[in-house]
């Protein structure tokens, strides 16, 4: 089994930035790609970004391309989202994800980010 929990949302001015952590425990954390998901009221779920097992490929939804960047320290057993430029359109749930395979199957209890205009 492996555990997720987020960290690092809150409130903040438009323009601002954030840093959203998530540690991971009870596998080896290096077999696992990651990623992070958000849902907004009343939307679906989307996927934010990813990142392999190495941290050597990255990839990024349009929406987030040039302002968000994912990154993880296997040593350390985590994952981070550096979200800069940060727009009212970006206030969501944020949930970090785990999976083995071709499937998303570990998931965090999600960390609120709000942006104010």
């Known amino acids: 089994q492996v555990q997720l929990v987020e960290s690092g949302g809150g409130l903040v001015q438009a323009g601002g930035s954030l840093r959203l952590s998530c540690a991971v425990s009870g596998r080896t954390f290096s077999s696992y790609a990651m990623g992070w998901f958000r849902q907004a009221p009343g939307k679906e779920r989307e996927l934010v970004a990813t990142i ?6 990255t990839s990024t939804a349009n929406s987030v391309k040039g ?4 990154s993880r320290d296997n040593a350390k057993n985590m994952m981070y989202l ?3 430029s940060l727009k009212p359109e970006d206030t969501a749930v ?3 994800a785990a999976r083995y395979n071709d ?8 960390t609120q980010v709000t942006v104010s205009s």
Request: proline share 0%; glycine share 16%.
């Open 52 to 57: 392999n097992r190495t941290g050597g490929i």
């Open 67 to 70: 302002r968000f960047t994912i």
């Open 82 to 84: 550096q979200m800069n």
């Open 94 to 96: 944020y949930y970090c």
């Open 103 to 110: 499937e998303y199957e570990y998931w965090g209890q999600g």
